[in-house]
């Protein structure tokens, strides 16, 4: 309902709810009249919660029982059904798959990067309001949502035409976005496009999304606003051929909702936008409700694939479409399955709008001689001062008087006239600004104050005054369990800021000590690296209940480490004592065998047995590698690999595609999950060749050497080495992480593009 996680305690005291919370009061254990009067109370303060979160839900335009509301997407379906609106997957039936091949091979996530590494400078934070809707807004995409049907069209002509135009006048005019809801063919020639590979250059490490110059002589299909942002940013890419989506006639039963005091009338009005202006002037549980709409109902429906699991002994056969190409079938215990929402041709447009809109904001700032520190999705944060004159920093492209590099900062006047400027775009009422200046630049009584900046790689990254720190990145530290503090001491908020996030203390402090603010580590940094995971499975309540009968409960928690090599997930009953959590004992999804954190365990592939130490690191190496991260999608200033060490302003990193490209499914994030059998997983379903390649590095060394440093089997090692199947994911995982280790995470392999 309101899209966040909370406590008891802290749900209690919401706005909206606000009724009496739970005791405070420290369970023991023991059988008590305090503890008996502390878990009545408990009981009790839950089921106020849940009538008062009912009267809210009731309110509602949705008919969906709250029993079946198990997300914030079950709410935004539920609306779309109450407007009349038919589900794509059955409406478009006779869409051929190869439409579906086509969007999926040219959507991908929000734009993310560093563009300034391991400098600190001043900044000023900006960001889009409602980046998605407004992208769906400008393409008007609700014409297909609510279609009676669709027709395929060549545009590739029209296409040609419509990019050799392309400025940046152009691009802040609404007409001509509208011009760009295609997909096209193109064969890119090092124009800057959206690339999802694998950039570490580690074969079988996890892809990421950049924006590089991209030299392919494979066709590729994109989107007409990453396209127009190609040419924005360097010039002219070749067209094959391209195609637009054209509806045709209204689907019948479409009917008005009210929401507040505004009726949306889906045949009338475009609810993208609708949205966006209610929530402006909305309050309470209507406003709480739109942000739910706008943060799930936009485009996440249309590309979701839920992962199903089959009986080992009946797999089923997959169909898979690449572009227009249908690839060999397979048959598989694991398939994808699309929702009754799939319907990726809108999802890649919109999020390729999303990017065009970051890459207009690019052209603003170059254009004015400046530059950015970093950009996240919706936002980035440009150099920029009240006033002042050069700032060195390695890469630059201006000169100090004593010939150091530099960046140009501008000033806060130069930041409000690029936003008045990108103001012509917004389809929303003038009241609504298009680009805002972010809260975070604000003082507590709406007073601007100077931000300071600096970044590691992709939303790893934080923003802070003279006086304290303002907007911590968290990314990357979500999956740590750090009992530390009490539930009223887990958070915090900066004092003098009129942002009202709140952030992980711990994360804080964390960043304090990079930072040197804080000269003495926290205390938890001598905590086991553990993950907190639910119990969600039968699976996982099983393998509880062999090492604590009565600790294991449904939809109660559980903890296991951090490995060191990922793959097997171990577990053992929640705990929250951090001393006690070594000689806790553990127990293996994947094989229930029982181990502590240092232990003998089997090969996944048999009969072997050795001696691993899989005891997770500490949080102190958690704080010392943060800073260490490295943005694999750029290079250095001087046109390096990025590494650990590298500073300045970061250059685009060229990608060369193989030709041979290799087909994944959707990438979801794991990171931050709270069920433990993903980790015993495969991140990523590949299909066709698997994707898999035995690391060159890793060549020089015999089969015995890499047995005794990996723990591994020769015969596992020798099956690796062929590359004729993929291995299990924990051989997978072992191999990387030597290949890592030897290579000191500066491995030359070639990148190839996905």
Known sequence: MRNTHFSLKSACGRDGWNIPGKLDHQPTGKVTLDEIEYCREDVAATLRLLNAQRREYETYPIDLQPERALSPASIAKSFLESMGIKKPLEKFRNLPDWVHGIAMESYFGGRSEVRIRDVELPVMLVDYTSNYPTAAALLNVWKLMIAERIRINDVTEEARDILQSVTSERLLKREFWAKLDFIAQVIPDGQICPVRTEYADIEGEATNIGCNPLFSKTPIWLTGPDLANAVLQSYRIKVVSAIRLLPVGVQKGLRPVKIGDRIIDPRRDNPYIAWVELKEVASGSTRLFIKVLLNSGVYGLAVELNLK???????????????????????????????????????????????????????????????????????????????????????????????????????????????????????????????????????????????????????????????????????????????????????????????????????????????????????????????????????????????????????????????????????????????????????????????????????????????????????????????????????????????????????????????????????????????????????????????????????????????????????????????TSQPYPKTVARLLWFARVISGGTLREPIRAF
């Open 309 to 723: 699991r089959f009986r080992k002994n009946k797999p089923k056969k997959i169909r898979i479409w690449a572009g227009t190409q249908e690839l060999p079938s397979l048959r598989d215990t694991k398939a994808e399955i699309p929702g009754q929402w799939y319907f990726p041709w809108i999802a890649s447009l919109i999020t390729g709008g999303g990017r065009l809109l970051l890459g207009i904001l690019e052209k603003e700032v170059s254009t004015a001689k400046g530059s950015f520190l970093m950009t996240d999705t919706d936002s980035m944060a440009i150099i920029a001062k009240d006033h002042g004159e050069l700032l060195p920093c390695p890469g630059g492209p201006h000169r100090m008087l004593d010939g150091r590099e530099a960046v140009k900062p501008l000033s806060w006047s130069q930041v409000g006239k690029i936003a008045e400027r990108i103001q012509r775009l917004s389809p929303y009422s003038s009241k609504i600004k298009l680009l805002k200046i972010d809260k975070a630049n604000f003082d507590r009584n709406g007073h601007l104050h100077q931000l300071f900046g600096i970044g590691y790689s992709a939303k790893r990254y934080c923003l802070r005054t003279k006086k304290e720190i303002i907007k911590p990145s968290e990314h990357g530290l979500g999956p740590y369990f750090v009992p530390a503090y009490k539930d009223d001491q887990r958070f915090w908020k900066p004092d003098d800021c009129l942002r009202d996030d709140v952030y992980l203390r711990w994360v804080k402090e964390l960043w304090e000590v990079l930072l040197g603010i804080r000269k003495k580590l926290p205390k938890w940094a001598n905590y086991y690296s553990m993950r907190k995971y639910a119990v969600t499975s039968p699976n996982i309540l099983k393998n509880l209940r062999l090492l604590n009968r009565g600790a294991a409960k449904p939809y109660s928690f559980c903890i296991g480490p951090i490995s060191s090599f990922g793959g097997d997930t171990k577990i053992t009953p929640y705990c929250e004592d951090p001393d006690l959590w070594q000689n806790c004992e553990y127990i293996s999804l994947k094989t229930g065998q029982k181990t502590r954190l240092s232990s003998i365990e089997e090969d996944c592939e048999g009969d072997e047995s050795f001696l691993v130490d899989d005891a997770p690191h500490k949080l102190r190496k958690a704080i010392e590698d943060y800073s260490k991260s490295i943005e694999h999608k750029s290079l250095a200033p001087d046109g390096s690999k990025c590494t650990a060490e590298t500073k300045g302003l970061l250059r685009r990193r060229p990608i060369r595609a193989s030709g041979i490209f290799r087909r994944i499914g959707k990438e979801v994030d794991r990171g931050t999950s709270t069920d433990p059998e993903y980790f015993s997983e495969e991140l990523l379903a590949r299909y066709g060749n698997g994707g898999y390649r035995f690391p060159d590095v890793l060549k020089r060394y015999s089969d015995r050497e890499l047995a005794v440093r990996t723990g591994l089997s020769e015969k596992t090692i020798r099956q690796a080495r062929k590359n």
